[in-house]
């Protein structure tokens, strides 16, 4: 498997076309897997070795926002808890979370259970699959499409 | 909201809604190309650590001794009007990964199927998964090579299709011939939900 290939970089902007609900991008997230036993050992002490959040679903399209500002000190939490507050200043979901951070969708998910737990993120599940049935959706899918 | 939970923002914001649509196929069809082709962002990576016994990681001495492998799924992302946003995910290529075809399909608007008429028996376990799911898909033949004119009804023929899932060829590299396939597949999901196509404009 290949990652995106170099020459099509360019097609991207820097900053992505920001839709309305987002706020300015948030600052870079300093590299979280320089640990020298590397990356396989890792995300299990974070959740120490939890495998399930301890609150919410997490697919891997639901939406995650921070219910706080970024906070200026700990909170008594990680850096990779830390990290997703400051990603999810802009809305975004539990998959782009994992691409940002660079770590296993079950090692996000966890974290992302601990903060929604104490409050600091909320969350929009996606519609689950027996309400596919708005019209709405689906010519709002198709002229998003048509617009590209 | 089916969860109860806040679906707002710190700004007090609603959020907005999430769909996806998979990209699935063989290996080497083209899948990564189409996301990449249409997402408006750099497509990203997201990737699950799987070890011989898939779960029960509770400690993590033995953690090195175990072999891993890693299921990588690649995604983009185009933001709609009306607070939607939809993402692509491509399948991993690999078919014993199961379980991420199934947290990738679940509650999918709809798939497309690549097909690569050198190797047309290679989206056959996509298809066949996608039939025994009930999700709507359509079959996009990647063009590798060149514009020929391949039989459509021979292709349908071959895969064994019924005779309402839509075929048709595409370049995975042209944004104009991905956002046919993603069109007429979101057309073909909504028929095959029982919902009105949208009136034709005269
Ligand atoms: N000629 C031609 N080449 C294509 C087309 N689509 C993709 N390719 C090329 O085919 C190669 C494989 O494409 P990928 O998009 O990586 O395929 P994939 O399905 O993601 O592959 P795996 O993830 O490894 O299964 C790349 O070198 C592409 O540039 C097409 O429509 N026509
Ligand atoms: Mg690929």
Redesign the pocket.
């Known amino acids: ?2 990652p995106p290939e170099d020459p099509t970089q360019e097609r991207w902007p820097d900053e992505p076309p920001r839709p309305a609900w987002h706020e300015p991008a948030p600052p870079p997230v300093p590299p979280l897997l320089d640990d020298p036993s590397g990356p396989m050992v890792r995300p299990y002490v974070m959740t120490s070795g939890r495998l399930e959040p301890a609150r919410g679903k997490f697919d891997l399209i639901t939406l995650v926002v921070a219910a706080i500002p970024e906070p200026d000190g700990q909170l008594g939490l990680g850096p990779e808890h830390l990290a997703i507050l400051r990603l999810t200043q802009q809305v975004m979901s539990v998959a782009e979370l994992t691409g940002h951070l660079d770590l296993p969708i079950a090692t996000v998910r966890v974290m992302l259970g601990d903060l929604l737990d104490q409050g600091l993120i909320s969350m929009q599940e996606p519609e689950p699959e027996a309400d596919m049935h708005d019209i709405r959706l689906y010519k709002a899918v198709i002229d998003g499409l048509r617009a590209l | 909201m089916v969860s109860g939970l806040s679906s707002r923002g710190a700004d007090g914001r609603r959020l907005p809604t999430a769909v996806k649509i998979v990209i699935a ?10 996301v990449g082709t249409v997402s408006e962002t750099r497509p990203l990576r997201t990737e699950e650590v799987l070890t011989d016994e898939s779960v029960g990681v509770d400690d993590v001495s033995g953690v090195e001794r175990k072999k891993t492998t890693t299921v990588a799924m ?1 995604f983009g992302r185009i933001t709609m009007r009306d607070e939607y946003v939809l993402y692509l995910f ?1 399948t991993p ?1 690999q078919e014993r990964f199961w379980f991420m075809w199934d947290e990738v399909a679940l509650g999918a608007l709809g798939a497309v199927v ?1 097909a690569d008429t050198r190797r047309l028996a290679d989206c056959f376990p996509s298809v066949d998964y996608f039939e025994r799911r009930g999700t709507p898909f359509i079959v996009a033949v ?3 090579e060149g514009e020929q004119a391949f039989d459509l009804a021979e292709i349908q023929t071959a895969l064994n299709l019924g005779p309402n899932v839509p075929v048709m060829l ?4 042209s944004l104009e011939s991905c956002k046919k396939v993603l069109i007429d597949l979101i057309l073909h999901a909504m028929k095959v939900r029982g919902l009105a196509p949208e009136p034709q404009q005269a």
């Not at chain 2, 196929?25 to 189409?34: E, L, P, Q, Y």
């Not at chain 2, 595409?170 to 590299?173: G, M």
Request: glycine content about 26%.
């Open positions: 498997m290949m | 196929g063989g290996f080497g069809v083209g899948k990564t190309t189409m690649d491509g290529g690549l990647n063009c590798f595409c370049d995975a590299r």
